[in-house]
């Protein structure tokens, strides 16, 4: 490795970020970029080991794929933003990541805080324009960790601890920013000092564990509700053996990832409401809001279990689920000590074994409820539902020959009819909805897993907050053929539906004109990909789809370009 004495400042950062494991700096780069520019030619030259830095014409979509980078490989990634502006731009992409639990080092620039009269300082307008008092206040409530570089010689310092906070349990966003002045300054040449911090991962004690075990061994009505994956492919086959040993039930209430196969006997669907009434005991899987409180009768007592980095999600002002015990910890390495502590316990044969057949009628009944319903969505225009079973056969025909799939919904196809059986097979948006993020997190997990097939399937409003042009730039321009499917039913349903229930009885249900829903006349989608060179194409009739899906992956596989299917879409009335 070559010497980054004498180098920019800027150039350093880079540096730093390799030997932190950093693999990306998404960027969108301003007038706080010369030193980094010209920093990066040099280390480059130099032949440093450095991240790639990858250009990204909208802030949201950076945020966004170093958000999807990191669900596919469970590595944090950097994003390098331009100023206030930039960084405000970003904002909802934090927003998204701290919801999600996703840590990443975001940067931007500070403008320069001197007038004159030193190296870097203010020029033209643009200088005093973008100042503030508190650049930072644009994302601290998204932050765990915030700070200012304030002389270069604490590159190394700022970013192992900037670095090590992000990666400890609860995981997060952290924000560093960066002062053109001291961009500018020379680098020590230190930055390639081992690194010696490391993140922290709280465990429950032995004594939490065998409670936990205990309290679910001894259930009558034991039920699982879980909404994050089960954090690793050895927690996810772990899990679903436990389920089956101890025929307890698991519910994927608004799943942002499955943790069991969906086709699992012991997998109950996505509505906890029938399940949740009869429980005695409840284990919480790292879930922010594990049931509808106006919807479910939890018997007075029934004992919750919260499991999670954060059981109590301490950064959400209002949460009072009930967490009778609560044990802290990553979901996989938790989940397992868990069901370790469970083989521990007397297991009671005859009331498993009845459990398992009552379990395994009702999920059985409610899968099929699920599929004849899926299957008449089969029209002109068609449901998400049809899609999303579609979609599922077709990857389960793709895993048949070996390839692995992940499918991004943001408002796009339903996990019920799609049904995953893969760890990854499934990434939901996060609970903060920050629209915009399904697209591009799609274009950060093909990165991380090139041979992947991607699915980014979406509303056509999702889409259009996507930055659609930028996200069909990028995946041109880097190579990522992944499958964009816009379940396009020309409006923002999701908003018409919410006044529908809430005022069930209201003027929402019985117009044909609802206000501030309507996405119509609709763009011609096919054309903003194509100005991509993606393959495209309309779908309008149910019975097509499967072949136009099937044409989809050939061109993705083969071709190795990006597609979009423009999907015709039946509006909804909410339930
Ligand atoms: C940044 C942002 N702005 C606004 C919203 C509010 N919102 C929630 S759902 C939704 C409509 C989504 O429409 P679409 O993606 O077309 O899905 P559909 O419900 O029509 O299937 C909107 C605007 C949001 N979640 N995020
Ligand atoms: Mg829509």
């Not at 709280?202 to 034991?222: H, I, S």
Request: aromatic share 6%.
């Amino acid at each position: 490795m070559g010497s980054t004495a004498g180098m920019t400042a800027g150039a350093a950062l880079f540096v730093r970020l390799k030997a932190l494991g950093v693999d990306y700096v998404f960027a969108n780069s301003g007038t706080d970029f010369p030193p980094i520019i010209e920093g990066l030619i040099e280390a480059r030259r130099r032949g440093l080991d450095l991240p790639i830095p990858v250009t990204v014409p909208h802030e949201h979509a950076a945020v966004s794929m170093a958000h999807g980078y990191y669900q596919m490989t469970g590595r944090a990634q950097a994003v390098m933003l331009h100023t206030n502006v930039g960084l405000a731009n970003a904002a909802t992409g934090a927003i998204n990541a701290a919801c999600d639990q996703v840590p990443m080092i975001l940067m931007s620039g500070r403008t320069p805080v001197t007038e004159g009269g030193r190296f870097g300082a203010r020029t033209v307008p643009i200088g005093w324009g973008q100042e503030m008092f508190d650049q930072t206040a644009l994302v601290r409530e998204a932050v765990k960790w915030e700070y200012e570089l304030k002389v270069p010689e604490q590159i190394c310092d700022l970013l192992d601890r900037a670095h090590a906070i992000a990666n400890s349990t609860p995981k997060g966003p952290v924000y560093l920013s960066l002062p053109r002045e001291v961009l500018c300054e020379q680098t020590p040449a230190r930055v390639s000092a081992p690194v010696r911090l490391t993140p922290v991962q709280p465990a429950p004690t032995p004594d939490a564990l065998e409670q936990a075990a205990r309290m679910l061994a001894g259930a009558r009505n034991p039920v699982i509700v879980s909404q994050r994956g089960a954090g690793s492919e050895a927690a996810f086959r772990a899990l679903s053996g436990f389920l089956t040993n101890w025929a307890v039930p698991l519910c994927h209430y608004w799943p942002n990832q499955v943790s069991v196969p969906m086709d699992h006997p012991m997998q109950v669907g996505t509505d906890p409401a029938p399940w949740l009434e009869q429980a005695d005991v409840v284990l919480v899987i790292n879930a922010l809001a594990p049931w509808w409180p106006d919807r479910v009768s939890l018997p007075e007592t029934a004992r919750v279990i919260q499991l999670g980095p954060d059981p109590l999600h301490s950064r959400t002002p209002v949460r009072n689920f009930p967490a009778d015990l609560t044990l802290p910890g990553e979901i996989a390495p938790t989940v397992l000590a868990l069901i370790a502590a469970m083989d521990q316990q007397h297991r009671d044969a005859d009331l498993i074994a009845s459990r398992r057949a009552r379990v395994m009628q009702r999920a059985d009944k409610m899968r099929a409820a699920s599929t004849a319903r899926a299957e008449q969505g089969n029209g002109a225009p068609m449901t998400k539902e049809w899609v999303s079973l579609c979609l599922g056969r077709a990857i389960r025909a793709q895993a048949i020959k070996g390839r692995t799939a992940t499918v991004f919904h943001e408002l796009g196809c339903p996990i019920e009819a799609l049904g995953t059986d893969q760890h990854l097979g499934y990434v939901q948006e996060p609970y903060s909805g920050g629209l915009g993020w399904g697209l591009p997190a799609a274009l950060g997990a093909q990165l991380a897993d090139p041979d992947r097939l991607i699915f980014a399937t979406m509303g056509d409003g999702s889409y259009m907050f996507a930055n659609p042009t930028v996200c069909h730039m990028l995946a041109e321009g880097l190579g990522l053929p992944i499958i964009t499917l816009i379940l396009n039913n020309e409006e923002w349903g999701a908003v018409r539906k919410s006044a529908e229930g809430l005022y069930p009885h209201g003027q929402a249900r019985l117009s044909n004109d609802v206000p501030l829903t309507s996405l119509r006349p609709s763009p011609d989608f096919t054309l903003t990909a194509l100005a991509s060179r993606a393959y495209s194409e309309t779908v309008t009739d149910g019975a097509d789809l499967p072949d136009a899906l099937e044409r989809a992956i050939d061109v993705a596989t083969r071709q190795r370009r990006q597609v979009l299917l423009n999907i015709a879409i039946a509006r909804e009335t909410a339930p």
